[in-house]
């Protein structure tokens, strides 16, 4: 069992910078890649940003250039670094793990763990 706990996020105006880190515990993660999720209301969860165990990342188009994922040696820790944000950033942020093919692709229906979520909201 894996245990993804977030933290960070809160309010900030556009163009400002937020970051959001998640702690991992429980059973290794080594088989699993992890990533960052977003869920606006009434909408499905959908991918942000994601690292495979070669450290290699991908990011959705809209986030490109704004937003930095990275992890901690051994996955214990993931992080994504927001700047220049926008109002259509505003969402609620998941830490997620699970098949590299899900995390990667973005596919929260696959997705094994997911953390409880934490707020960002943007004010124009």
């Known amino acids: 069992q894996v245990r993804l706990v977030e933290s960070g996020g809160g309010s900030v105006q556009a163009g400002g910078s937020l970051s959001l880190s998640c702690r991992a515990s429980?059973?290794?993660?080594?088989?699993?890649?992890m990533g960052w999720f977003r869920q606006f209301p009434g909408k499905q969860r959908e991918g942000v940003a994601a690292?495979?165990?070669?450290?290699?990342?991908t990011y959705i188009d809209s986030v490109k250039d704004r937003f930095t994922i990275s992890q901690s040696s051994g996955q214990k820790s993931l992080f994504l670094q927001m700047t220049n944000l926008k109002p259509e950033d505003t969402a609620k942020y998941y830490c997620?793990?699970?098949?590299?093919?899900?995390?990667?692709?973005?596919?929260?229906?696959?997705?094994?763990?997911w953390g409880q979520g934490t707020q960002v909201v943007v004010s124009s």
């Open positions: 690292v495979d165990s070669d450290g290699r990342t």
């Open positions: 429980g059973s290794s993660l080594v088989s699993y890649c």
């Open positions: 997620a793990a699970g098949p590299c093919e899900s995390v990667v692709s973005g596919d929260a229906a696959m997705v094994y763990y």
